[in-house]
């Protein structure tokens, strides 16, 4: 069983579009994230749900929506898709300890025709 | 606010060569240093980790030092394989409250046969 999965694994679509991205996390972990990274494979933190509880909202634009239906699950909603949204975008979940650690999903490679 | 600075990459050596990553810090607190690695077309994963002055991380004959005085976390690795081509990113996580890891830009390490 894969810890933390995302899909679709690629994503094409033309700009305006309306598309999501689902994680699931099979680790029992409280908190859960969204990256992104792009072409220089920057990584940079989007937003962290806890316990279904949004808890870190960096500058992103409101286009991009997270949703926590449970503690497991962290959809991300993007509306209007931009040129500038192709990237990489990883989920991850945190094991809670006081050093814990970071476990990521596969990423999702989003294209913006 | 917290930053990681690490050096640019990419890095190409010889299997069997020296490798140093250089990683650099600013943060409130007591953070915990971490290095993440990221092989092609795969999420990041946690490769070492040190939570206190002087600690030192080790895994994969790897290995990094926790250094307050000069806010470092150099990464080494005394003969690299060819297996080890992968980009590494620096990171450190806030010593309190929720977890949010902050990133380097990551360094893009290529090993020749």
């Known amino acids: 069983d894969t810890a933390v999965s995302q899909t679709p694994k690629y994503l094409v679509t033309q700009m305006g579009n309306d598309k999501s991205i689902k994680c699931e996390q099979n680790l029992g972990h409280d908190t859960m994230y969204w990256y992104k990274q792009d072409s220089k494979k920057f990584l940079k933190i989007m937003f962290s749900?806890?316990?279904?509880?949004?808890?870190i909202n960096e500058t992103v634009p409101n286009r991009f929506s997270p949703k926590s239906p449970d503690k497991a699950h962290l959809n991300l909603h993007i509306n209007s898709l931009e040129l500038g949204d192709s990237a990489v975008y990883f989920c991850?979940?945190?094991?809670?300890?006081?050093?814990?650690?970071?476990?990521f999903g596969e990423g999702s490679r989003l294209t913006v025709l | 606010g917290n930053s990681v600075t690490q050096m640019e990459g990419p890095v190409t050596l010889s299997e069997e060569a020296f490798l140093t990553i250089n990683c650099t810090y600013t943060?409130?607190?007591?953070?915990?240093l971490f290095w993440y690695v990221q092989y092609p077309g795969e999420g990041l994963q946690l490769l070492l980790k040190?939570?206190?002055?002087?600690d030192k991380g080790s895994n994969k004959g790897f290995e990094a030092t926790y250094r307050k005085e000069t806010t470092s976390f150099h990464l080494e690795k005394g003969s690299v394989q060819v297996s080890d081509s992968a980009v590494y990113f620096c990171?450190?996580?806030?010593?309190?409250?929720?977890?949010?890891?902050?990133f380097g830009i990551g360094t893009k390490l290529q090993v020749i046969p």
């Open positions: 991850a979940s945190w094991s809670g300890s006081g050093a814990g650690e970071l476990f």
């Open positions: 943060a409130t607190g007591y953070p915990s």
């Open positions: 040190a939570t206190k002055a002087d």
């Open positions: 990171a450190l996580s806030n010593s309190g409250g929720y977890q949010k890891v902050t």
């Open positions: 749900y806890n316990n279904k509880e949004l808890i």
